[in-house]
Nanobody, 123 residues
Framework: VQLQASGGGLVQAGDSLRLSCAASGRTFSDYAMGWFRQAPGKERGFVAGIAWNGRSTDYVDFVKGRFTISRDNAKNTVYLQMNSLKPEDTAVYYC?????????????????WGQGTEVTVSS
């Protein structure tokens, strides 16, 4: 499967952004999907994950209540709605896919990665 992430940009603290990740190449509902991020000088880490049917999700603690992951299997797209953005959310955000049903949190569990979309939050 090929993944194309988009929607990043430069925003101010408190603003919102919605990231999208479009998939192609195989039945989208075969995949659990996830979002990861890598801030400057830091390792890439898990942000949010969603099961193949969208009924289960999980988040890293510091985005709970602010970020929402969702998917539209008819459009082969997974989204990350980010609200109340903070400067510490500045990072390159990556979407990832794994042939699995449940929510996956480990980077090693994902087989396919998008190219990343950059989010910069100014204070």
């Amino acid at each position: 499967v090929q993944l194309q992430a988009s929607g990043g940009g430069l925003v101010q603290a408190g603003d919102s952004l919605r990231l999208s990740c479009a998939a192609s190449g195989r039945t989208f509902s075969d995949y659990a999907m996830g979002w990861f991020r890598q801030a400057p000088g830091k390792e890439r880490g898990f942000v949010a994950g969603i099961a193949w049917n969208g009924r289960s999700t999980d988040y890293v603690d510091f985005v709970k209540g602010r970020f929402t992951i969702s998917r539209d299997n008819a459009k082969n797209t997974v989204y990350l709605q980010m609200n109340s953005l903070k400067p510490e959310d500045t990072a390159v955000y990556y979407c990832a896919a794994s042939i699995a049903y449940g929510v996956l949190k480990g980077e090693y569990e994902y087989d396919y990665w998008g190219q990343g979309t950059e989010v910069t939050v100014s204070s």
